[in-house]
Each structure stands twice: as C-alpha cells, then as structure tokens.
C-alpha cells in the first residue's frame, strides 16, 4: 500500500527553485534513502514533506491513514540544543502533543505506549535521566523514540547520525533496521552513502546534473550509483525486483 507519493513537485524559496519535477512512492514497509550532492534540495524537500515550506508546484499524496501531522519527524542533531532542560520521558512524551486534544496532558494509552516504545528502542533504563547528560547515540534513540510516539506506520529522519562516532552510528542503524523489519516505513536523509546503500530498499538521488529513484539495486547499476559497485553489488545477492527508473542519469 501507498502511504506517500509525489508527483512533479516544484520546491524552492522566495522564487529561487531548489527542487524541480521530482517524482517517486513510498510504500508500506520501504526504507528510501535520499541521497546526493550538497545543495542539491535533500533538506528542502524534507521540509515540503512536513508542510514547512509550501509547494511551487505538483503534488504531494498521502495514503490512507497518513498525513503531514502523521509522520514521525527526527531533524538533524544540531537543532537540538545539547542543554534541553527536560528528562528522557517528558521529550518522549512530546511526540503525541500533535495528535493531542488536551494539550499537556496525556491519556493512560500514550503513557503505555511511551513504555512500550521506551522498551522496543532501549532508553527505558535511562527514562529519568536528564536529556542533556545524554551521549550523542542516547539522544538521538531518546529523539527517535519521540518520532515514534507521533505514528505509527511513517518516520522521516533527517541526517540522524551526524555527530555520532562509529560505534553509535552502527548501534542506531541496526535500531533503524530492526524498526523497519517490524513494519515501520522509514525515510531517511544520508550523506553516508554507504550505510544507506546496505539498509535501503529504495534510493532517491539528487544530483546537480543527474536525479535517481528506484530500487537500491537499480541505483547501483545506474550511471549515477555504479562507482559503488567496485567490491561488487550489496544489495542481498541483487534480489530486488521492484520497478524504478532514473532520467538524466
């Protein structure tokens, strides 16, 4: 099933064009990784994904059930302020004031959710510590964590493993995994081409001169991905199958 599609979509700021007739689907159950060049709009199209910025032109499309208010959003670690005054559960709780009627004041079913959520990404040990004593990889599982809270099919992370050292990093990408193996669609803004290659089951490319969609297979036998395929084709013994396709590259 289809939870987002985007037709044709013209993206920029104060009538400078950033992001021009972009197309591609996620399905239930995808991991897409948005790839590229700096500069080239990976930020900018986040931000239309969420509503933040209005469109120039296309179209955005929500599957049944979906919609911008609906899509568990992890931003890149710097827009954080490392002293947040506020314990781990009281940011996670933060993921359901969206969804909230009663402003402040969560019901009895997102406090158990919370916990369950706690559990399945492992911070309950550390629910009230404060955020800010946190390390890098802790915070951005305590923040993935609040993502969760605010959907329950659609998560989009934005660079989410900036900052972190190799050990983290691997940690947080076995967590995302995992997610997606249960049922989580995960979106995700990289610029570690190489761990997004081994997770993803799409790629979107966005490039100056060239821009990609399709299966993580299709783009390592592109024109634009296949430098990677130097140490031969990662992506499970080349079994993916789904349709893609790729202009200008």
Partial sequence: MSLLKVNDLTLGYDGKVIVKGLGFCVNEGDFLSIIGENGTGKTTLVKGLLGLIPKISGEIEFGEGISQSHIGYLGQKNQISKDFPASVYEIVMSGFLNSNRFGLFYTKEQKKEAQLLMDR????????????????????????????????????????????DPIATAEFYTLLQKLNSEGVTVIMVSHDVTGAIKMSSNILYLGKDATFYGTTHQYLHSNVGKSLLLEGCPCDSCKHNAKGGFKNA
Avoid: H, M, W, Y
């Fill in 121 to 164: 990404v492992g911070i309950t040990s550390i629910r009230n510590s404060s955020f800010s004593q946190l390390s890098g990889g802790q915070q951005q599982r305590v923040l993935l964590c609040r993502a969760l809270c605010a959907t329950k099919k659609l998560i989009l992370l934005d660079e989410p493993a900036t900052g972190l």
